[in-house]
Nanobody, 125 residues
Framework: QVQLVESGGGLVQAGDSLRLSCAAS????????MGWFRQAPGKEREFVAS????????YYGASVKGRFTISRDNAKNTVYLQMNSLKPEDTAVYYC??????????????????WGQGTQVTVSS
């Protein structure tokens, strides 16, 4: 089992950048495909990005492609989400998740096995 803790959220203005971190404990992070999801009030959880076990493959949701970058440092047991050119519509609670699959990508929240508690990102216009 793995425990995930997100950090780095906050209140920023449109156009600003933020970097979210997801620290894992309990098991080696390289065992898992990792993903970031977000959920805005009244909306369903949305896929943001995923990265495979050793970081060789990344995949992004259409709404963030070209602005967000997912990365991982398995030695530090941490996954990152660099968010640039933030927009008010990026406002949501951001969650990281771990999937025991060996797939190179996964967009379905139902396939992830472990979740963090989330970190709030608010982008003002």
């Amino acid at each position: 089992q793995v425990q995930l803790v997100e950090s780095g959220g906050g209140l920023v203005q449109a156009g600003d950048s933020l970097r979210l971190s997801c620290a894992a404990s309990g098991r080696t992070l390289s065992t898992y495909l990792m993903g970031w999801f977000r959920q805005a009030p009244g909306k369903e959880r949305e896929f943001v990005a995923s990265i495979n076990r050793f970081g060789g493959a990344t995949y992004y949701g259409a709404s963030v492609k070209g602005r967000f970058t997912i990365s991982r440092d398995n030695a530090k047991n941490t996954v990152y989400l660099q968010m640039n050119s933030l927009k008010p519509e990026d406002t949501a609670v951001y969650y990281c998740a771990a999937d025991r699959s060996s797939a190179w990508r996964e967009v379905r929240a139902s396939e992830y096995d472990y979740w963090g508690q989330g970190t709030q990102v608010t982008v003002s216009s």
